[in-house]
């Protein structure tokens, strides 16, 4: 009797070992089946094919921090299919069931731009109270545009004189032409300065003057220079004491001040840099030569001078060259030739590379090779976060 027992309990105790192991072989068979789906709806979004994405993305439903950006991709679709009220929805449904993502985090951002009223989190209070902020100051979000050439640019303002600026990681000043100056009343010269320029020097004066972006608003020094340009320059001076993320998939440049910027971010990949100056330096390669590069955000694209055509084994074409005109509107000559670019895990063959008839200290990585992604800046960190 007593060995039946034994017997029914080990076959129980089988059969309950396998039902497990066929619940977890159908929990993995669901994960990796939403992972599927997830990496079709994302690349649906990268294309532009806004109807299917959302719809991909509305297929199946995912845990913690990967719903949230299932969700989160969900309201950008519907943003660039013009479904704004059904997009804040949604937004407002991220902050509530997932508070601490970085979704979360952007969502607000584009709620508080729009004037809508959200509940903050407890936490976030608590965090604000702390340091004396509030929510305009937490985070700041800020639309931006792109001239012909892919150079973003923003709205802001020069002593209460609204005007287009780029906005430029990569420039070491905020400069601004003459005729940009003398209508914002900046006049005081402080210093007579010579600028190096890709097109040769420049005369400029360093004066003082009130930039606000958003609700970022600083009195800081600028440089003025002696010729008009079409658009000032928002250096890396403004943007000092923020984390500032470029989402070019939704339009937005998202500044986080330093001190409350550990924000949980959603998975990214980390490219560390170094500073010379303001300019921001990274490791990336060209055609397999590894190099130091100047990551701008004022760069049409990829640019390097001849004689790193030479470091790199590119040679300059036959064909007559382009002409573009420099700050102070002398031209330069420059050639289009196709190279293999790569920083960290990201890379682009035949990517567009500009080669130009001048002094160039550090080759230039542009918008043609990171203006289709979403990043942070990180300078407390030295780090350059791109969102997988």
């Known amino acids: 009797m007593n060995s039946g027992i034994t017997a029914a309990l080990c076959g129980t105790l089988i059969a309950l070992l396998l039902l497990r192991a066929e619940v977890r072989a159908a929990e993995q068979l669901k994960d990796e089946e939403r992972s599927g789906k997830f990496s079709k709806a994302l690349s649906l979004f990268k294309e532009k094919k806004f109807s299917e994405s959302l719809a991909n993305f509305n297929s199946f439903q995912d845990q ?12 950008l679709c519907l943003l660039n299919l013009q479904k704004e009220t059904e997009a804040i929805q949604i937004f407002k449904k991220i902050q509530e069931q997932f508070p601490k993502s970085e979704a979360a985090s952007h969502s607000s951002s584009y709620i508080k731009m729009k004037g809508v009223s959200v509940t903050e989190t407890t936490q976030s209070s608590n965090k604000e109270s702390l340091l004396g902020l509030t929510p305009a100051m937490r985070q700041v979000s800020v639309p931006f545009r792109r ?43 402080l210093q ?62 998202r500044f986080v001040p330093e001190t409350i910027s550990d924000f949980k971010r959603i998975d990214s990949v980390a490219i560390p840099f170094d500073e010379d100056g303001a300019k921001i330096i990274v490791s990336a390669k060209i055609n397999d030569w590894t190099t130091p590069m100047c990551f701008d955000t004022g760069a049409f694209g990829v640019c ?23 700050p102070n509107n002398q031209e330069v000559a420059s050639w289009d030739v ?27 990585l542009g918008q043609n090779f990171f203006g289709d992604k979403l990043f942070t800046i990180d300078r407390q960190k030295k780090e350059i976060r791109f969102a997988r």
């Open 64 to 75: 913690g921090d990967s719903e949230s950006k299932r969700l989160y991709y969900s309201a």
């Open 147 to 189: 001239t012909r050439k892919g150079q973003i640019t923003v709205n802001a303002s020069l002593n209460g004189r609204s005007m287009e600026m780029i906005f430029d990681t990569g420039a070491e000043e905020c400069l601004f032409g003459h005729s940009q100056a003398e209508t914002a009343g900046v006049r005081e010269q």
């Open 192 to 253: 007579q300065v010579t600028l190096k320029t890709v097109s040769g020097p420049v005369s400029a004066y360093y004066s003082m003057a009130n930039i606000k972006l958003g609700e970022i608003h600083k009195k800081i020094r600028v440089c003025v220079q002696d010729q008009n340009m079409e658009h000032g320059i928002l250096g890396a001076p403004f943007m000092k004491g923020y984390t500032c993320t470029i989402d070019n998939r939704a339009g937005f440049l």
């Open 304 to 326: 390097i001078s001849k004689k790193q055509a030479e470091r790199f084994d590119i040679r300059i074409p036959e064909a007559s060259p382009i002409y573009i005109k420099g």
């Open 338 to 364: 196709p190279a293999d670019v790569s920083l960290g895990p990201f890379s682009k063959r035949a990517c567009a590379v500009r080669i130009m008839d001048c002094e160039i200290s550090y080759p230039l």
